[in-house]
């Protein structure tokens, strides 16, 4: 069974800055994309930020600049650094990852249970 778990979310003034972390677990044999995406109340689930296990990356257009996502292999984590925070960027956020598990040839998608992101004065 895998597991991704986040923290870091919370509450900021706009202009601040905030880091989550998502850290996958079980029985795992390799990851290849990881991400973030984020659901705000009567909005779809959208990506924030994606990475590939071989490190490029990729945004949203609304958190470019703003916002950098890297992971740690050798950890199973992934993280999202969160600078000059928005209002808009209120919401859920859940970590992605496309793990294969030993025993199969293909991975699956797996979430975590999302982590509340508050901008606000």
């Known amino acids: 069974q895998v597991q991704l778990v986040e923290s870091g979310g919370g509450l900021v003034q706009p202009g601040g800055s905030l880091r989550l972390s998502c850290a996958a677990s079980g029985s795992i044999f390799s990851i290849n994309a990881m991400g973030w995406y984020r659901q705000a109340p009567g909005k779809q689930r959208e990506l924030v930020a994606s990475s590939t296990s071989g490190g490029s990356t990729d945004y949203a257009d609304s958190v470019k600049g703003r916002f950098t996502i890297s992971r740690d292999n050798a950890k199973k984590m992934v993280y999202l650094q969160m600078n000059s925070l928005k209002p808009e960027d209120t919401a859920v956020y859940y970590c992605?990852?496309?793990?294969?598990?030993?025993?199969?040839?293909?991975?699956?998608?797996?979430w975590g249970q999302g982590t509340q992101v508050t901008v606000s004065s």
């Open positions: 992605n990852a496309q793990i294969v598990v030993f025993g199969r040839k293909r991975h699956n998608d797996y």
